[in-house]
């Protein structure tokens, strides 16, 4: 199958193909020049004054040697005047003989350099070519997989595995579940049971959502400073979401929804409580101090958990953007971080005082709980289960699935091409740097021969 992600691929791999090709061709080309006849005989003249250079230093170095012996022992003023002028010339002409001898050095080994420069480049080469190559296979793979969930959620078990858990929230054995369980409990109390469940997803959703915030604040900040990784790791984790929602739903709409069927069948089938039980539940549940009454007050904790937590998403947000202009921000460091603060101060002593009406009836609610027989309760479990896996699947859209991972496909090839083009700049860039630094230690290594050649007219 192919999407705009493995022609990306494609192209990645033809393109390290066709560079490996011309570095091979150029490290070719380098092996031929130096195999050349007239290339011997350069290369030979170049030995020959690499050699001559060798010999004269180390005439020089001799000479040096013998002129400091001769002045460790002089006598006479005079004579020791005359060696430190013999001297200082030697030491000048030994300067002039060691830029030589490295300038020959250098044109000896200018052609082997070269040649290992264009082997390191083939090398490099085939390992870009062989990490194309395994991600255009993955990209294929990944492909092929994406393609066979989408026909997956296409197909007829899914569809009606969707479409009936939209209509089974109106129908049997949903409605039959929800009201045994409402003769056993009470309205009021399976409504609260049903909030108590929806309160632990919300939980749940809290902590993720303060972990995406800080990843995306922090992709962002990349972005800012021109860093395209910060926009090529959102996109990936967006498009990775997509498709896993997507095979979610391919895989296991079905299995979840047979699953959800047999929750509520458990609740049907379940065993009822002694007539004991029954009435000790009743007498608990009504009456003025009853937990019927206590329910109101639970809601109003459950109603300010969630402006607190409202309260606390948007501070954080304040805080995440503030942090690229002042990395130690605190409360009073803007107006708008402030204000958050003090929505979520004002929350939190909202929770403290719901939580504290709650208390004054929460043995109420604890000594009704109590009363549940467990076979009540695993049927109360099963119920929620396959409520929420009904719910789930009800809001759940297969074309809505196949946009999302369509969308953010396209959003993370266009950011893959900027982050292979910044690569690209870099290493050109990189590799500059690195060829004109060699090339300037190259030449302060000869600096000395060139100057004075030029001086005396020879270059």
Request: overall charge negative.
């Amino acid at each position: 199958m192919t999407t705009p992600l493995t022609q990306l691929a494609d192209d990645d791999f033809t393109q390290a193909t066709d560079a490996l090709k011309g570095r091979t061709d150029q490290l070719a080309a380098s092996d031929i020049e130096l195999a050349l006849p007239d290339k011997d005989a350069k290369t030979v003249t170049t030995a020959l004054a690499d050699l001559k250079a060798k010999k004269a230093l180390a005439a020089l170095e001799t000479k040096e040697a013998g002129i400091r012996r001769e002045l460790a022992l002089a006598l006479l003023p005079a004579d020791a005047a005359g060696l430190a002028g013999e001297l200082e010339a030697t030491l000048i002409e030994r300067q002039y003989a060691v830029a030589e001898a490295a300038r020959a050095a250098d044109a000896l080994g200018a052609e082997e350099r070269k040649r290992a420069a264009f082997a390191a480049a083939v090398d490099a080469a085939r390992q870009t070519l062989a990490t194309a190559a395994a991600a255009k296979d993955k990209a294929h793979e990944d492909a092929d997989r994406i393609d066979a969930w989408t026909s997956a959620a296409r197909s007829q078990p899914v569809t009606d595995a969707l479409s009936s858990a939209r209509q089974a929230l109106t129908a049997s054995p949903y409605i039959d579940a929800r009201q045994r369980l409402v003769t056993l409990l009470g309205r009021e109390l399976v409504e609260q049971l049903i909030i108590r469940a929806a309160e632990a997803d919300h939980r749940d959703a809290a902590v993720a959502g303060r972990l995406d915030r800080a990843r995306q604040a922090r992709w962002r900040s990349l972005a800012d400073r021109g860093d395209p990784s910060g926009v090529l790791r959102s996109t990936r984790q967006a498009y990775s979401t997509a498709v896993t929602a997507l095979r979610a739903v391919a895989e296991g709409a079905p299995v979840r929804f047979d699953r959800a069927m047999r929750g509520l069948a458990t609740v049907m089938d379940g065993e009822d409580p002694t007539q004991v039980e029954q009435d000790r539940m009743d007498s608990l549940r009504d009456g003025e101090k009853g937990a019927k009454a206590a329910v109101a007050k639970e809601k109003a904790v459950w109603d300010a958990y969630e402006k607190l937590r409202k309260a606390e998403a948007d501070l954080d947000d304040a805080v995440l953007a503030r942090i690229p202009m002042e990395p130690a921000v605190d409360h009073e460091s803007s107006q708008d971080v402030a204000d958050k603060h003090a929505a979520v101060v004002a929350a939190q002593q909202g929770l403290k005082t719901a939580q504290g009406e709650l208390a004054e009836v929460q043995n109420a609610l604890d000594t009704w709980e109590a009363a549940i027989p467990d076979v009540v309760m695993n049927q109360v479990f099963a119920f929620l289960a396959a409520d929420a896996t009904l719910r789930e699947l009800g809001d759940t859209h297969v074309d809505h699935l196949l946009k999302a991972v369509s969308r953010t496909r396209d959003r993370l090839v266009t950011a893959l091409r900027a982050a292979a083009k910044t690569a690209a700049v870099s290493d050109r860039l990189t590799a500059e740097v690195t060829a004109r630094a060699g090339d300037a230690d190259a030449w302060r290594a000869v600096a000395a021969a060139r100057r004075a050649a030029l001086v005396r007219g020879e270059a």
